[in-house]
Every structure is written in C-alpha cells, then in structure tokens.
C-alpha cells in the first residue's frame, strides 16, 4: 500500500499574507492567503490525492468509498484536519464550541485544536483566554468593550506548542505562522474583530450570544506535558494526546523505522527534506509536503534532515 500525498485547498482571508508562496511554494490565489486546508476532508475544503491508484480522488470521496484505508474507522466524519495558517494580521477574537453544543445548533463536530508555532515576527502575540471570573462578568466586559481588561495575550516564539480545547477564547496575532491540527469542523463564534470592515465596507458578523454559551469560564489552562523521546536518528516528541488526537513533532538526521500503532497517521513536513520509504520503495520529501499513511501501511521509515508533524485519531 502507497502513502496518499494530498494537494490541499488554499483560502482567502481578510487576514492573510503571502508566506504560504514564500516559505513554502505553494501557488497562492491572492496576496492575502490565510490558509491551507492541507490534509482535509471536510467539504468546505476537501483535499486531492496526487499519487497511485487513487489519483484525483478527494479525501473526502475516500472516507466515504473506501473507509478500509481508514481501519474501517466509525463515524459519519473525517474526524481530523491539519492546516498552516498565515495571520498577517490578527485574527478575530473567537470561540470554538464542543461536540454537543455544535452538533445541536450546527450539525458537524466541535472543534478543539492545537497550534504548533512556525514563525513568529518579534514581538508576536496570541491571545489566550480571558480574565473573567463569572458569566456576568464576561458578559459585562464584552458589553462595555474592556477588551485589553478582558484578553489575555502571550509572546510567541517558533517551536511553541499550544493545545487549545473547545471553549478558550483564542486568536492568532499579526506575524504568526502556525500549523494547526484541529478536529474537522468549521464552526468559529467571533467574539471581537477590532470593528474591521471587510472588502465591501461592512463590519464583519459576531456571534456574542453563542460565544457566551460555550466559552469556559473562568478560563482553564489544560497545557499537556511533552513527552520527548531520543531515539538513533532524532528526537520524538509527542506534544499532546486527548480524546481528538495524538500530535508528535519528529525531528529526523538519519534513518528511523516508526510501526503504525494507530488506525492511520497524518504528516506533513515543516523543515527540510528527505525520503519516505516503505517496502523498500522511496519517496522524495521536502519542506510543504503532506501525506498520509492508510491503515495497510504497518512500518515505514523516515530518513533525511527534517522536521515532520504527526497527528493520529
């Protein structure tokens, strides 16, 4: 059984840039290119396979026709979605609900998510949780616009790791880079847009009543400890396990021989390059490249000088 390497859909944001094209390669549709939906089945942006027997065929099709490649996997949804997103400017103030509240009112999956930093300008900020104690309080803050009270930022650096559950109150600061693996959902409550206006002059809808719903409050910090494993060729590191995912950072110099301990496993190389060999047949690897390893992919070896994130079911 081959890897599926995937082509994935590139998004247009009021918040994007250009760095997609500039440190990956990727041919970007605009100068404001915020996202790559890289390893996706979600319709809203589904991903094409580009190698083997199953060449054009979106992940999406693929989940729906040959769930065997999937370990025979339950459930109506690809339940994972791995993107790198671009924020030239800062995002929106926003809140992801869980999976009861978004099933209910939205009919698709909550959406916990986890950001490992790619780059980051000096200076560079996300906003992470808030300050509030109650409902009342939150409720409060918002409506009296005491948003440098209410947010709380942080500085960033590249390598960061940040797990962010459904419920935090989170954004992406202007320079940030960032490679996001999320649950397969596209439900966003904005809480506050610094009243930006959109291309046809028109401030952009918030969703106050239902981000009040489903934040967590007060804010938790649910920050997992990395487990690092040096093994000969790299290092390994699994920088969060959950109920979602599991998310490794693999770091390769030489020739490591991983087993397929999950249902399938999802990669994409940050840095570097290198091959991928399975069977004894090679792959070429480089910086911007996303596959993934189906169910019948019991052992593969990774070798070369690069930097790989891995995320399984």
């Known amino acids: 059984m081959e890897p599926l390497f995937l082509t994935g859909v590139l998004q247009?944001?009021?918040?994007g840039g250009t760095k997609l094209r500039d440190e990956f390669g990727y041919d970007i549709p605009s100068e404001t290119t915020g996202e790559l939906w890289a390893i996706s089945a979600h319709p809203n942006g589904p991903a094409t396979v580009k190698n083997g027997q199953y060449v054009g065929k979106t992940l999406l099709e693929l989940w729906d026709e040959h769930r065997e490649l999937f370990g025979d996997q339950e459930g109506d949804v690809f339940p994972l979605l791995t993107k790198i997103i671009d924020a030239q400017q800062d995002l929106s103030v926003q809140i992801h609900p869980g999976d009861g509240y978004a099933l209910l009112h939205e009919g698709e999956l909550g959406k916990s998510e986890c950001w490992y930093i790619l780059d980051a300008e000096p200076g560079a900020e996300i906003v992470f949780g808030h300050n509030a104690e109650s409902i009342a309080d939150f409720r409060q803050s918002i409506e009296d616009e005491r948003w440098d009270e209410l947010l709380r930022t942080i500085k960033v650096q590249a390598g960061d790791f940040f797990y962010v559950p459904s419920g935090t109150v989170h954004a992406i600061g202007s320079g940030v880079m960032v490679l996001e693996t999320q649950q397969s959902s596209d439900t966003t409550y904005r809480l506050y847009d610094?009243?930006?206006r959109d291309d046809e002059g028109n401030l952009r809808d918030l969703h106050i009543e239902q981000a009040i719903d489903v934040t967590t409050i007060p804010h938790q910090d649910q920050q997992p400890q990395k487990i690092v494993d040096a093994v000969a060729g790299g290092t390994l590191t699994?920088?969060?396990?959950?109920?979602f995912f599991t998310v490794y950072n693999w770091e390769v110099e030489g020739p490591i021989t991983f087993q397929q301990d999950a249902l399938y496993t999802l990669v994409s190389v940050i840095e570097g390059e290198g091959q991928l060999i399975?069977?004894?047949k090679e792959y070429p690897l480089k910086k911007g490249d996303h596959f993934l390893l189906p169910?019948?992919?019991?052992?593969?070896t990774l070798d070369g000088d690069m930097q790989l994130i891995a995320s399984q079911p």
Not at 238 to 243: A, D, P, R, S, Y
Request: hydrophobic share 30%; no cysteine.
């Open 12 to 15: 247009d944001k009021i918040w």
């Open 194 to 196: 610094y009243n930006r």
């Open 238 to 243: 699994t920088l969060v396990t959950n109920e």
């Open 278 to 280: 399975i069977r004894g």
């Open 295 to 300: 169910n019948e992919v019991e052992e593969w």
